[in-house]
Nanobody, 122 residues
Framework: QVQLVESGGGEVQAGGSLRLSCAAS????????IAWFKEQEFVAGINYNG???DYGASAEGRFTISRDNAKKTVALQMDNLKPEDTAVYYC????????????????????WGQGTQVTVSS
């Protein structure tokens, strides 16, 4: 079973950057799609080998998701942050479709981290 732990949240001013990290442990990590959610809103997702990536509307053009399977980590680089980005961010894992596709449906993500707070001040 895979476990996820997020880190990297904090407080920044508008226009600043943060880099969130999701560290995985356990067996089977390489079979999972990993995604970031802002509360219940899909932000970005990456498939098992990094070959497929998808972004939600609020993240497109500002955020970049990446994956390092050797280190079992998924990062979310957040640039040009806005006050409306303020929320708790969660990473989540899904092995629906064996991790080959990126899915946006929150109900298909069965493993969740504890969340990390991002606060953007104006």
């Amino acid at each position: 079973q895979v476990q996820l732990v997020e880190s990297g949240g904090g407080e920044v001013q508008a226009g600043g950057s943060l880099r969130l990290s999701c560290a995985a442990s356990g067996v089977g990590y390489s079979d999972y799609t990993i995604a970031w959610f802002k509360e219940q809103e899909f932000v970005a997702g990456i498939n098992y080998n990094g070959g497929r990536i998808d972004y939600g509307a609020s993240a497109e053009g500002r955020f970049t998701i990446s994956r390092d399977n050797a280190k079992k980590t998924v990062a979310l680089q957040m640039d040009n942050l806005k006050p409306e980005d303020t929320a708790v961010y969660y990473c989540a894992a899904s092995n629906r479709h064996n991790g080959i596709v990126v899915i946006r449906l929150i109900k298909d993500y069965t493993i969740w981290g504890q969340g990390t707070q991002v606060t953007v001040s104006s």
